[in-house]
């Protein structure tokens, strides 16, 4: 009689432990499910691989948030304005405010800007001197022939002294804007790709700070003249942007939230040595 009464209770647990098993499995599983619903997946757009060090650290941090970062990449810098107003990503972050702006301008696109990310600044480099003064008269310059950069290398030689540009040129001055050029300076039109090789054909040359890391220069260490980071150099800062109707949106702001930290500033100084420079401390949030 007892050892069935011990063979009933056996039997209890073992049923007891059964149910508790099988429940806290369903439990996992529509917990699992839930944390699935709940993770929100976002399009970011990028140009090429050079940024992903920086985002992998945020998405990351992210992540923890239920929030997914997937990457959309591009191969130029017009296919990332055209994705985002056509809504085939969510946001993205490659492009200047500068370009960004004459983009969403010129085609009604209804895009905008919610954070500040990176400014790249110019450099002017030399193998053959080692400080503006020592650059002799009638040297020749590499210029990127691009125009936004072109007007901007303008702007950096003029801040250095070298030569004035004219007041009502802007931002985007051209080689004729010049109206003081005391050195005789000469000026070779090049890619901006190829700024950092014609080094050796030229006596300097204007040269971006990712061009001059890839060349491995280091702007800080090698650069005769760096472009300063003022508020003159705001519509050189990368953004990330996103349609109008989503400048409000809460995931969105948390993504920028999580990118202008110093842990991310920390990447940044750490992957790119100068090249670039983490833009919201100077420039605000956005």
């Not at 990176?118 to 503006?132: A, C, F, N, R, T």
């Amino acid at each position: 009689m007892q050892r069935k009464k011990r063979r009933q209770r056996r039997n209890w647990i073992i049923g007891i432990i059964v149910v508790l098993l099988v429940l806290g499995g369903l439990g996992r599983l529509v917990y699992q499910r839930h944390q699935r619903a709940a993770t929100k997946t976002v399009r970011l757009g990028l140009v090429g691989t050079d940024s992903e060090p920086v985002w992998d650290n945020v998405r990351a941090r992210l992540k923890k948030e239920h929030i997914e970062i997937k990457y959309v990449t591009f191969n130029d810098y017009v296919q990332p304005d055209v994705a985002l107003k056509e809504g085939k990503i969510d946001l993205h972050s490659c492009l200047t405010r500068y370009y960004f702006d004459s983009y969403n301008k010129s085609q009604h696109a209804h895009l905008t800007s919610i954070g500040n990310t990176v400014i790249s600044p110019l450099g002017i480099y030399s193998k053959k001197y080692s400080g503006l003064k020592d650059l002799p008269d009638g040297a020749t310059i590499a210029i990127p022939n691009e125009p936004t950069t072109l007007g901007r290398g303008l702007n950096l030689l003029q801040s250095a002294g070298l030569i004035k540009v004219n007041g009502n040129s802007g931002i985007k001055p051209s080689l004729s804007d010049i109206t003081a050029n005391p050195k005789k300076l000469k000026f070779k039109e090049v890619d901006p790709a190829e700024t950092a090789r014609a080094l050796t054909s030229v006596d300097a040359s204007i040269i971006n700070g990712n061009y001059a890391v890839a060349a491995n220069l280091q702007p800080k260490k090698d650069a005769l003249y760096l472009e300063p980071v003022n508020k003159q150099a705001r519509p050189y800062v990368n953004i990330i942007a996103v349609q109008a109707k989503d400048k409000d949106n809460p995931t969105y702001k948390k993504i920028v939230d999580a990118y202008q930290t110093e842990a991310t500033k920390q990447v940044i100084q750490k992957t790119y040595k100068g090249s670039q420079v983490a833009a919201w401390p100077i420039f605000g949030r956005n």
